[in-house]
């Protein structure tokens, strides 16, 4: 949304200093140059089976886990190829998430200026720190995972896509398809946030509205991808989305000066930010980075309307049970049954954090709290976040010295329909 990023040349790295160059946002003239890294294998999130990146893959083939992409990582570990980033990064204007490319794997990018959004800090609570992940294109931090993705989709030929999506991921696949001139093919909710519908449709993509959730729009993508030769990018069911927001990550500790801050408030649905940014951490860490100490708590926050997360992790189970009825203006938080709960609940236990819901009353209420006292527009997702850092500080489970980052996952603009209608706002006549 806020970046113009002028599309540049990129070359194919040449073996062996796999050296790009491109132009970035920032500068007309803006040159960057990175190291790529080689995919070692893609590895299974649950029985650690491996398997070859050379062609496409989506979950395991033995136990549906989700995958995890491995690299060769060893050339870059020391502290001067973390600086190398911030030098190039304030040398080449601007290059979004992609001043990552490092530890991204070795592609043509698909950018429409993704990442590297405002760390703002707040008025009221000196040690907070709102990711504003509204910045992104399409006006949610679903174009980082989207990105990868696609970006990822070309390099390996593939033509058509599909996804279910609660309503932010379908814009991003529809805006980021049509810039690598790729098929997509959308299914999400009829009641979503009318800006999803508008910008899917005006993407080009082709559009099903669903009378149902994301579980129900999962459940038609799997029924037609075959006859329809779709390649399927739900959350999670391959590897490359996780990747991209594994950004936000590395993002978040750079912005903190390479520091890790207490605890991560983060929107959860299907979790793949929760899960990108923990994998980011255990890369900092591998790398050298990040020196290895107390990571941050990592807190994810759902809606009460929708909470399948929330109420295994208070039930001490290992997998969730399907949340009958879901129903919030939180829509990106309706995620009835999320296909990564066991790793989700993994990092919440490792990560010493916990998992909480709010009702929409209480999240409107901080929504509006934010807007007005702090001049910024919180999604309704991004004001489950707030609402938890309250309630977190009253609770005495964080003290007001703590540096926290909370996630405002998508802008408060795009959800002018679902917030006016929850709030009571109508154009006077
Ligand atoms: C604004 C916003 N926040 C949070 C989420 C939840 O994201 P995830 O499914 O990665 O947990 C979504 C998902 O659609 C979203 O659109
Ligand atoms: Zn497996």
Redesign the pocket.
């Known amino acids: 949304m806020r970046h113009p990023l002028q599309r540049g040349k990129w070359k194919k790295p040449k073996e062996p200093a796999q050296v790009i160059s491109g132009r970035v946002a920032g500068g007309s003239v803006g040159w960057y140059r990175q190291v790529m890294p080689k995919i070692r294998c893609f590895e299974c999130s649950r029985c650690k089976a491996t398997v070859s990146a050379e062609t496409p893959q989506t979950v395991c083939p033995t136990c549906a886990g989700a995958f995890y992409v491995r690299y060769k990582l060893n050339g870059l570990c020391g502290l001067q190829h973390r600086e190398q980033i911030a030098r190039d990064g304030a040398a080449d204007g601007w290059a979004g998430m992609w001043r990552y490319r490092s530890v991204l794997p070795e592609a043509e990018p698909v950018t429409l200026g993704e990442g590297w959004t405002p760390a703002i800090g707040s008025k009221r609570y000196p040690s907070v720190v709102v990711k504003e992940?509204g910045a992104n294109p399409t006006g949610?931090?679903?174009a980082r995972?989207l990105a990868l993705a696609v970006t990822m989709a070309k390099h390996y030929g593939l033509k058509k896509l599909a996804v279910p999506?609660?309503?932010?991921?379908a814009g991003a696949l529809a805006a980021y398809a049509a810039a690598a001139g790729i098929e997509a093919n959308i299914f999400m909710p009829r009641d979503v946030p009318f800006a999803n519908y508008v910008e899917a449709k005006m993407y080009g993509a082709n559009v099903t509205l669903v009378d149902g959730l994301i579980s129900d729009c999962g459940r038609m993508v799997a029924e037609q991808k075959e006859k329809n030769g779709w390649f399927d990018i739900s959350?999670l069911k391959e590897p490359f989305r996780i990747e991209g927001?594994k950004t936000m990550g590395y993002e978040l500790v750079e912005q903190l000066g390479w520091e890790y801050p207490k605890a991560v408030f983060?929107?959860?649905?299907?979790?793949?930010?929760?899960i990108g940014m923990w994998k980011a951490f255990a890369e900092l860490e591998e790398l050298g980075w990040v020196a290895p100490g107390k990571r941050p708590k990592m807190i994810a926050v759902q809606s009460a309307g929708c909470a399948p997360v929330t109420r295994v992790f208070d039930q001490h189970e290992k997998v969730s049970t399907m949340w009958e009825n879901a129903a919030t203006f939180?829509?990106?938080?309706r995620?009835p049954k999320?296909y990564g709960d066991y790793i989700m609940l993994e990092i919440l236990k490792e990560s010493d954090g916990v998992a909480l819901a709010f009702s929409d009353q209480v999240i409107l209420s901080s929504l509006r709290d934010w807007a007005k006292n702090e001049g910024i527009f919180l999604?309704p997702?991004?004001a489950a976040a707030t609402a938890a850092y309250d309630h977190l500080l009253k609770a005495g489970f964080l003290q007001a010295s703590d540096r926290v980052v909370l996630?405002n996952?998508?802008a408060g603009l795009k959800y002018t329909d679902v917030t006016a209608e929850a709030a009571g706002i109508e154009r006077p006549v």
């Open positions: 992940e949610s931090f679903k995972g999506s609660a309503g932010n991921a959350t927001k983060y929107p959860t649905g299907g979790g793949v930010g929760l939180a829509s990106g938080l995620v999320p999604s997702e991004g996630f996952t998508g």
